[in-house]
């Protein structure tokens, strides 16, 4: 069995592992724990129910809810990753018949770790496994199981409606709808600020996207951003925006026909989601052409 504790990230970034794990539990038949998803569970089919139909996933640990709650708090202590790596460095020096469950940490810097190796599989089949990290990944399995994975992390019913709402109200006029992800907030500082671009940037790159397309054709942009954006900044530019609820906007992110954005693993999943070609921009001044969209197959 396998318990996956590292709160890892925003939304996106969630998604993308718990997807993995599901996708590798699918193919090899293991337990699967992941009570680093619950702040996001309610806004998902399979998680919100903590039901994953015949899968042997679920989110509590424990049916009991207070006992699941306090080991949930026990599990919280070891977020950080010098607590979670002295734990296992004093597991290898106990001997196996203790019982106690295995760690396995994966360094932000340690590259891919594949969840297909004989050593993992043999060791979750055993015994406990705690995860602490974000890059373990299963890509055939992934791809497999793309058609599960979607189906599992539909939107419940209020905001799929509030989605296919937003959606209509666009395709009501546009012919072609082009998602763009505006993401402010922590990428102030992420990465220097690297992909902290400007409405003029993004209003720049919408024309210069939407003359590539025929003329008379109505290409219209739908705005998401996590910040208030001013109107008179994409003005010319046929614009909608989002509901503004950050789930929502993820999955009608999904539901365009292009994807505009910077790297992010939030537009990889609408874009792996809706099966909706994505183009990222890297820089302000970066020239972007139709022939640079493709789908985002997996993170």
Excluded at 89 to 112: C, E, F
Excluded at 115 to 121: H, I, Q, S
Excluded at 212 to 236: I, K, T, Y
Excluded at 242 to 266: I, M, R, T, W
């Amino acid at each position: 069995m396998v318990i996956l504790v590292k709160r890892f990230g925003q939304l996106g970034n969630r998604l993308f592992l718990f997807a993995h794990l599901v996708a590798n539990a699918a193919e090899h038949g293991y337990a699967v724990a992941n009570p680093s998803f619950a702040a996001y569970a309610r806004f998902f089919e399979a998680p919100a129910a903590d039901d994953f139909g015949a899968l042997p996933v679920r989110l509590a640990l424990l049916p009991q809810r207070w006992l699941a709650r306090a080991l949930e708090r026990l599990l919280g202590l070891v977020q950080r990753p010098q607590v979670f790596r002295g734990l296992a460095a004093v597991r290898r020096w106990l001997p196996a018949w203790a019982g106690l469950p295995q760690l396995l940490y994966l360094d932000d810097s340690a590259g891919t770790f594949d969840l297909n190796t004989a050593p993992y599989l043999a060791a979750v089949r055993q015994r406990v496994v705690l995860l602490h990290g974000w890059c373990f990944r299963d890509r055939p399995s992934f791809a497999r199981h793309a058609g599960l994975i979607r189906r599992l992390f539909a939107l419940v019913p209020p905001h799929r409606e509030a989605v296919q709402a937003v959606l209509a109200r666009c395709r009501r006029t546009a012919e072609v709808l082009v998602g763009v992800h505006i993401r402010r907030g922590d990428y102030a500082t992420f990465a220097n600020g690297q992909y902290y671009f400007g409405n003029d940037v993004y209003a720049r790159q919408m024309r210069a996207l939407r003359a590539q397309f025929a003329p008379g054709q109505r290409v219209e942009f739908l705005l998401c951003s996590d910040e208030a954006l001013n109107p008179a900044d994409f003005a010319g530019l046929p614009v909608h925006r989002g509901s503004g609820h950050f789930v929502e906007d993820l999955y009608a992110l999904a539901g365009c026909d292009y994807l505009l954005g910077p790297p992010s693993s939030y537009s990889m999943w609408a874009s792996f989601y809706g099966e909706v070609p994505l183009c990222h921009l890297h820089e302000a001044s970066q020239p972007v052409q139709l022939a640079d969209f493709a789908v985002f197959l997996d993170q």
